[in-house]
């Protein structure tokens, strides 16, 4: 496809998808001509990272060609997965926590990567928490925990797995797209659930 | 309580807490002398939520005051709780939407405010999803709405009933310190979900 089909599916303008092809985070079409190179649908795709990453995570240039680089390197699919992961904000600071993390995660059983940005997000979530007087006992954060492994369960499930690539870009889309659905989510079952009890008004 | 002992409970550094009551976002204690003032449980609990209101939601002092205008307000609670969620960040621009979330809320059954901020929340988030490709129907959406509600069920019974200040301040603390929980679990969950199924490494 013409450069001007590729914009349009990926809904970003001629001049933005121009301009990422001039600081190399969409790779070149292939040439038809001197002044004409034509496109594929790992263009489309790889224009709709980019463009998801830097609208919608608002990530930095610099911090979406490490994700690329991810995308795009040999490392094994999932590590790989944990690599895009900790690439995505919101980053972490060195402060040093209370370390609730590792706790909450051996109650849940699940297997983690100790000390890896995710970790580090929890810990720092879980102190903020604790330290305006909110509940962070492993019941209490058991429900989140519950209601963050269904949400997960189906995104693995719709993983796709025809390539490597396909499967990245599914995790970093999914990962920085579905957080505000799910934030939009919490904060209506918030208000549906307060009415219910409350008669509203 | 002396100004020290209430910036050693909120965890704030003193010259922190005087200038939050020159700019008037922490109501004056009771003059002891010329020179001394003392403070109550009441400022404990009012500086923890401006604290969490500007250093981890990353309100500006404006909007910290509309905040504490609502709490400190006469509206009813249940209309202050909406007008609360919707002076929280993240904000909406006015771009137009597909509209998808009367849809899903509808579809739910939860009663809703139209056009409220989380409702344009949820609006912009699933046209972007959708933009990147990703499923945004009403089976794969209604997985994290059903995560959403058990997590707010849970919120609305902890609320704090014995003033309208305490029910406030736990609704806007908690909308915005339970969100980075939130999502780090889901990553975290993300991680054990894949290790589970691949074997990992």
Redesign the interface.
Known sequence: MRISQLAERA?VPVATVKYYLRVGLLPPGELTSATQATYDDGHV?RL??V??LIE?AGLSHVQVQAVLGVVDGDV????A??TV?DALP?GVDDRSTQGR?AA??DGLG????PG?T??R??D???D??A?????VDEA??G??????????????A??PRESREAALT??A???V??????????????????????G??
């Not at 699940?110 to 990567?113: D, P, R, S, T």
């Not at 429900?143 to 693995?156: F, K, R, W």
């Open positions: 809904d795709e709709r990272l463009r998801a919608v094994d699919l999932f590590d997965l944990g992961h919101p993390a909450v995660v699940w297997w983690a990567v890896c995710a970790m997000q929890l720092q979530a879980l903020a928490a330290d305006a007087g909110l509940p209490y954060v429900t989140y925990a519950e209601a963050a492994l269904a949400v997960a369960e189906q995104e693995i719709h993983m599914y995790t889309v999914g990962t797209l579905y957080e505000p659905v799910l934030l939009a989510l919490r904060r209506l079952a918030e208000a549906h659930v307060a009415h219910t009890e409350t509203g008004g």
